[in-house]
C-alpha cells in the first residue's frame, strides 16, 4: 500500500502510516474514525499535534526542568520496560525440554471427573420418597421428573447435562459424585428443597496426551523457564547493586 503524504506541518511529512498509527492506538474506538470524515479527523488531529510539537520547540520548553524531570521518568520506565522484554525474549524452550515438563506435571493435564444427571426437585422429603417408590415400581424417570419436578429441567426429563465438580451445590454435587452411572439416589436435601438424583454417565478423569495439550504445555513450560531467568536475574543483580531496605 502506498504510504500517501497527506500534509506537511513545518516541514515534517504526514502520511498515511501516521494516520494509520493513530487508529491502532484507538483501539475498539478505530471504527468510527474509518469513513473518509473520520479520516480527515484524525488528520486535523496530527495536524494539531504537529503543530504543538512546532511550538514546543520555538519556545524551547524541552529545556524546561519540569519537562526533563517528565522525560527522564518515561525513560526510566520504558528502560525497565525494554530490559524486562529483552530478558523475556531471551528465553526459549526446546521440543525435549516442553515434553519433560508434560512428564512431570500431567495431573496438570488431566480432564477432571465429569458426569451426566438428571434430578427431580420437589418441596418435600415425603413428596420425594412417594415419586422414588413409584419409579421403584416401574415409572420412568424422566416421565417422573416432567410430571412432578419443580425445576425448569423438568421438560427435558430431569436433565441437567453434563457438568464437573464445583458446579452444584455441594450437597447435591457430593451425592452424585458419589453414585455410580444408572444409580438413583434417596431424597437429598439443598436450599433448594429436595432433589432424587440419576445418574446417567461418569466420565472418569482422562490425562490428556502430549499431542492434544502440547500448544498449553509449551506456554507454561516457558512462562516457568521465564520466572525462573528473571529470579535468577534478579539475585544476581541483588548481587551487583547495593539495596537496603529501611525499616
Known sequence: MENKL???????PITQADIQSLMQNLGQNAAQF???QGQRQLLDEVIAQELLY?????NNLEKEDDFLKVLDQMKKSLLIQYAANKLMTSVSVNEKE????YDANQAMFAQPK???ASHILVDSEEEANEILEEINNGLDFAEAASKYSNCPSNESGGSLGEFGQGQMVPEFEN???SMSAGEISKPVKTQFGYHLIKVDSVNEPQVSSFEQVKAQVEKQCLSEKQRE???TKQEALKGKYPVSIEE
Open 114 to 116: 465429569k458426569i451426566a
Open 34 to 36: 474509518s469513513s473518509p
Open 54 to 58: 512546532s511550538d514546543a520547540v520555538e
Open 175 to 177: 451425592a452424585a459424585f
Open 98 to 101: 516442553v515434553k519433560a515438563y
Open 6 to 12: 497527506l500534509a506537511t506541518v513545518d516541514g515534517r
Open 229 to 231: 531467568v528473571y529470579s
